[in-house]
């Protein structure tokens, strides 16, 4: 009785519900991982300190020439790209790279808040829930942001607001 129990919590209990999120079982949450593979040396030395805090392989200068040739970097990515849930549920984007990203719910796809990352990736308007960001809604390397659980049925996009190609689309199904 798992789907009817699930939703007598949902409609009963929605913040019991929340503070079950990260509990193993009937509700647990879906998840995204957040990837990069920066080179702590190069991208610190270019950035700043603190820009990368993981061992990557992908140097600086191989991110902007995959850039510039592919308008992606491709080991820059949110796995997976596509993800079903049900509606009440949350899902938790685990920051597994070693630079900051955000996990952005947008209406439609759009730039982020680098200007230099949005020409590159010919996403030039930013997304205005990228606009709206603050610092709460930076997920730094190691962290987990998890998302407000679903209400609506339907398909919701999902985006990093710093590398505007990070993405992924979300079906909302019923409970
Ligand atoms: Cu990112």
Request: hydrophobic share 40%.
């Amino acid at each position: 009785m798992r789907r009817s129990y699930w939703f007598l919590s949902v409609a009963l209990a929605p913040l019991a519900f929340v503070a079950c999120g990260d509990s193993t079982g009937v509700f647990a949450d879906a998840s995204v991982s957040m990837q990069d593979e920066c080179d702590p040396a190069t991208f610190n030395a270019a950035l700043g300190p603190g820009t990368c805090v993981r061992q990557g392989k992908v140097t600086f200068g191989q991110f902007n020439s995959a850039l510039a040739a592919s308008k992606s970097v491709a080991e820059w990515q949110f796995v997976p790209t596509a993800l079903a849930v049900r509606v009440g549920q949350s899902i938790q984007a685990m920051n597994n790279g070693g630079e900051t990203h955000t996990f952005t719910q947008v209406a439609q796809f759009g730039g982020g808040m680098v200007p230099a990352l949005n020409a590159a990736s010919g996403n030039p308007i930013e997304a205005p829930e990228c606009t709206a960001l603050t610092s709460v809604d930076l997920v730094a390397a190691g962290s987990v942001f998890t998302t407000a659980p679903e209400t609506d049925v339907g398909t919701e996009h999902y985006q990093c607001c710093i590398h505007p190609w990070m993405r992924t689309t979300v079906t909302v199904m019923s409970p």
